[in-house]
C-alpha cells in the first residue's frame, strides 16, 4: 500500500512539474482583433487596426510613452535650433533591420521623402520641409518655422522607419513589412490570421513572448467566446455586452482604459443638403446621444457635444448645438426650408457596435422625416470608399496624440483624401490649426485651439456622439499589460507570469 501511495505522490509530483515548466516556458501569445486591413504598410492606410500591426513590424524617430508623451525611439537625442526651424537628430547606432541591414540616416531619409508622397498620411508629413543626413548616424529635419506637432508626426506609423535598400528595389511592404521592430513577419494568411516570430536581435531587447499570431474575429461575441475557450489570449475591442462574463471568470482579466477617442457620425458635407449647416445641426439635435452610449457601448462611454476630443487642453463646448431636441431640430430644418423626406443620408457601418449606433440614429432621425439608411462593409471597404468621398455618412472614430494632431488630421484641408471625411475646407480653420501648432507657449497654443474648436463647433461638420472606454480582455497571467489612451500597446514588454 505503501508503495502505490509513493507512487501516486511521485506521479502527481512529476505532472506538477511538467504543467509548472510547461505553463513557465510559454513563449505564444494569440491576439483577437476585430478588423483586418487590406495592407500591412506604415503609410497606405490610417487605421487604428493596422497601426497595432505596424508597431510589431516597425520604429519612428519617436514612440508614446504611457503619458502620451513623444519620447527618443530610434533616435537616441534630438536638439532643436533657436528659431525652431532645424531639428537634429542622433539616431542609436548598431540598430538592426529585419532583413540584417543596419540602420543609417541615410535609411530615414528615404523612408520619410516616400512617406510624403502617399495620400493617406498627408497630415502626419506636412510638417516637415526636408529631411537630410548629416552623417551616418545623424538626421536634420528642416520645418517651417517652429513645430509643436512634429514630435507627435515622427511617433506616427507614417513616418516608420524603412531599409532604403528595400524601398528603391520595389519591395512590396503592403504584404512583407521589414523594419526595425521586436516582431518579425512570418505569414498572412488571409481572411485568419498573421504571425510573426520574436525579433531577437532587437534593439530594446528580445520579446520573452516569441511566436505571435493575430487572428481576425470581425463578430464581438465570437472574440469573448474563443477567450473564455482558451482559443486566444488576448481581445481587442471586447464587446461591451461580454464584459460581465468577462468579469465573471478568474482566469481572465478586464482592462478598461480611458479613452481619447471620438466616436462620430461622419458626414460628408460637398453631398446634396448636407452641405447646407442646417441640416447637420438638424441632424446633430435629432441624435439622443446618451441612447446610443447606451446600447452600442452598453452605457461605457461619455456623451460628447464638440466636434473635438474634450481629453486635450484647447477642448471647448462654445459653438456647440443646445443638445438632444426634437424641436430645435425641426427648426433648423424650417431654417433650411426643404423636404427632410429628400435628404439622403446612408451610415455606412463596419463592425457590431457601430451598426448599434446607427440604429439609433435611424430612429431618432425618423422622428423629424428623414428617412436614413444603414450599409455594412468590411473595414477595408470602409476605409477606401470614404477615403475617396463616396459617402454620405458614416460611423467611425479617430484617435489623435494632440489636439493639433486631431484637428490637422480631421478638419485641415489638406487631410482631404485621408482622415478629413467630412471634406471640410475652410481657409480660416486652416490658418488657426496651422497657428496653433507654430505657438512657442501652452497658454498661446490654448487660446488659438479654443478659437478653431468654437468655429468648428458652430460649422457642425459631422456629428460627434461619445468618447468611449476602451475594453480589452486577457488571461489573468498574462504580465505587465499596459494600454495607452490612444488604444496602442506594446507587445514586446509582456510576459507569461
Given at each position: 500500500m505503501k508503495?502505490i501511495?509513493?507512487?501516486v505522490?511521485?506521479?502527481?509530483l512529476?505532472?506538477?512539474?511538467a504543467?509548472?515548466?510547461?505553463?513557465?516556458?510559454?513563449d505564444?501569445?494569440?491576439?483577437a482583433?476585430p478588423?483586418?486591413?487590406?495592407n500591412?504598410?506604415?503609410?497606405?492606410?490610417?487605421?487604428?487596426?493596422t497601426?497595432f500591426?505596424?508597431?510589431?513590424?516597425y520604429?519612428?524617430?519617436?514612440k508614446l510613452d504611457?503619458n502620451?508623451n513623444?519620447?527618443?525611439?530610434?533616435a537616441?537625442?534630438?536638439?532643436?535650433?533657436e528659431?525652431?526651424c532645424?531639428?537634429?537628430?542622433?539616431?542609436?547606432?548598431?540598430v538592426?533591420?529585419?532583413?540584417?541591414?543596419?540602420l543609417?540616416?541615410?535609411?530615414?531619409?528615404a523612408?520619410?521623402i516616400?512617406?510624403?508622397?502617399?495620400?493617406?498620411?498627408?497630415?502626419?508629413?506636412k510638417?516637415?520641409t526636408a529631411v537630410e543626413a548629416?552623417d551616418k548616424?545623424?538626421?536634420?529635419?528642416?520645418?517651417?518655422?517652429?513645430n509643436?506637432?512634429?514630435l507627435?508626426?515622427?511617433?506616427?506609423?507614417?513616418?516608420?522607419?524603412?531599409?532604403?535598400?528595400?524601398?528603391?528595389?520595389?519591395?512590396?511592404?503592403?504584404a512583407?513589412?521589414?523594419g526595425?521592430g521586436?516582431?518579425?513577419?512570418?505569414?498572412w494568411n488571409?481572411?485568419?490570421s498573421?504571425?510573426?516570430?520574436?525579433?531577437e536581435?532587437?534593439f530594446?531587447?528580445?520579446?520573452?513572448i516569441?511566436?505571435l499570431t493575430?487572428?481576425?474575429i470581425?463578430?464581438?461575441t465570437?472574440r469573448?467566446l474563443?477567450?473564455?475557450?482558451?482559443?486566444v489570449?488576448?481581445?481587442?475591442?471586447?464587446?461591451a455586452?461580454?464584459?460581465?462574463?468577462?468579469?465573471?471568470?478568474?482566469?481572465l482579466?478586464?482592462?478598461?482604459?480611458?479613452?481619447?477617442?471620438?466616436?462620430?457620425l461622419?458626414l460628408?458635407?460637398?453631398?446634396?443638403?448636407?452641405?447646407?449647416?442646417?441640416?447637420?445641426?438638424?441632424i446633430?439635435?435629432?441624435?439622443?446621444?446618451?441612447a446610443?452610449v447606451?446600447?452600442a457601448?452598453?452605457?461605457?462611454?461619455s456623451?460628447?457635444y464638440?466636434?473635438?476630443p474634450?481629453s486635450f487642453?484647447?477642448?471647448?463646448?462654445?459653438g456647440?448645438?443646445?443638445?438632444y431636441?426634437?424641436?430645435?431640430?425641426?427648426e433648423?430644418?424650417?431654417a433650411?426650408?426643404?423636404?427632410p423626406?429628400?435628404?439622403?443620408?446612408s451610415?455606412?457601418c463596419?463592425?457590431?457596435?457601430?451598426k448599434?449606433a446607427?440604429?439609433?440614429?435611424?430612429?431618432n432621425l425618423?422622428d423629424?422625416g428623414i428617412?436614413?439608411?444603414?450599409e455594412?462593409?468590411?473595414?477595408?471597404?470602409?476605409?477606401?470608399?470614404?477615403?475617396?468621398?463616396e459617402h454620405?455618412?458614416?460611423?467611425g472614430g479617430?484617435?489623435?496624440s494632440?489636439?493639433?494632431?486631431y484637428?490637422?488630421?480631421?478638419?485641415?484641408s489638406s487631410?482631404?483624401?485621408?482622415?478629413n471625411?467630412?471634406?471640410?475646407?475652410?481657409p480660416?480653420?486652416?490658418?488657426l490649426?496651422?497657428?496653433?501648432a507654430?505657438?512657442r507657449?501652452?497658454e498661446?497654443c490654448?487660446?488659438?485651439?479654443?478659437?478653431?474648436?468654437?468655429?468648428?463647433?458652430?460649422?457642425?461638420?459631422?456629428?460627434s456622439l461619445y468618447?468611449?472606454?476602451?475594453?480589452?480582455?486577457y488571461k489573468?497571467?498574462?504580465?505587465?499589460?499596459n494600454?495607452?489612451p490612444?488604444?496602442?500597446?506594446?507587445?514586446?514588454?509582456w510576459n507569461w507570469?
Open positions: 508503495k501511495l509513493t507512487f505522490l511521485a506521479l502527481v512529476v505532472l506538477s512539474l504543467t509548472f515548466a510547461c505553463a513557465a516556458g510559454k505564444s501569445l494569440v491576439v482583433a478588423d483586418e486591413s487590406d500591412l504598410s506604415t503609410t497606405g492606410h490610417d487605421a487604428l487596426q497601426a500591426l505596424n508597431v510589431l513590424s520604429n519612428g524617430l519617436m504611457y502620451m513623444p519620447v527618443p525611439d530610434l537616441e537625442s534630438y536638439t532643436i535650433s528659431d525652431g532645424t531639428w537634429v537628430f542622433k539616431l542609436r547606432e548598431g538592426k533591420f529585419h532583413d540584417g541591414s543596419e543609417t540616416a541615410d535609411d530615414v531619409v523612408s520619410m516616400d512617406a510624403q508622397s502617399k495620400p493617406n498620411v498627408v497630415a502626419f508629413t510638417d516637415y548629416t548616424y545623424t538626421v536634420t529635419i528642416t520645418t517651417d518655422g517652429y509643436s506637432n512634429l507627435y508626426s515622427l511617433a506616427n506609423h507614417a513616418n516608420f522607419i524603412l531599409p532604403k535598400a528595400l524601398l528603391e528595389s520595389g519591395h512590396d511592404f503592403y512583407e513589412p521589414c526595425t521586436p516582431y518579425k513577419f512570418v505569414k488571409h481572411g485568419e498573421i504571425e510573426y516570430v520574436a525579433n536581435d532587437y530594446g531587447g528580445a520579446p520573452a516569441k511566436n493575430w487572428r481576425f470581425p463578430e464581438g465570437s469573448s474563443v477567450l473564455e475557450g482558451g482559443e489570449d488576448f481581445v481587442i475591442d471586447v464587446d455586452a461580454n464584459m460581465s462574463a468577462i468579469q465573471d471568470d478568474p482566469s482579466y478586464m482592462d478598461i482604459v480611458d479613452s481619447i477617442t471620438l466616436n462620430f461622419n460628408n458635407d460637398t453631398k446634396g443638403y448636407l452641405s447646407d449647416v442646417n441640416v447637420r445641426k438638424a446633430d439635435c435629432a441624435v439622443n446621444k446618451q446610443v447606451q446600447i457601448e452598453n452605457g461605457h462611454a456623451v460628447v464638440a466636434q473635438a474634450t487642453s484647447g477642448a471647448t463646448t462654445k456647440c448645438v443646445d443638445g431636441s426634437v424641436e430645435k431640430a425641426k433648423y430644418l424650417a433650411w426650408g426643404g423636404n423626406a429628400d435628404i439622403e443620408l451610415i455606412i463596419s463592425n457590431d457596435a457601430k448599434r446607427a440604429e439609433v440614429i435611424l430612429s425618423k423629424v428617412n436614413a439608411t444603414i455594412q462593409m468590411d473595414l477595408a471597404t470602409y476605409l477606401d470608399v470614404t477615403a475617396r468621398g454620405t455618412g458614416f460611423i479617430y484617435s489623435a494632440s489636439m493639433v494632431q484637428l490637422m488630421m480631421n478638419f485641415h487631410s482631404i483624401g485621408a482622415a471625411k467630412s471634406r471640410l475646407n475652410d480660416e480653420v486652416d490658418a490649426i496651422e497657428k496653433a507654430a505657438a507657449t501652452t498661446e490654448t487660446a488659438i485651439l479654443e478659437e478653431v474648436n468654437e468655429k468648428i463647433n458652430d460649422m457642425c461638420p459631422q456629428v468618447q468611449n472606454q476602451r475594453l480589452y480582455a489573468a497571467d498574462l504580465d505587465n499589460v494600454v495607452l490612444n488604444g496602442y500597446f506594446y507587445v514586446n514588454e507570469k
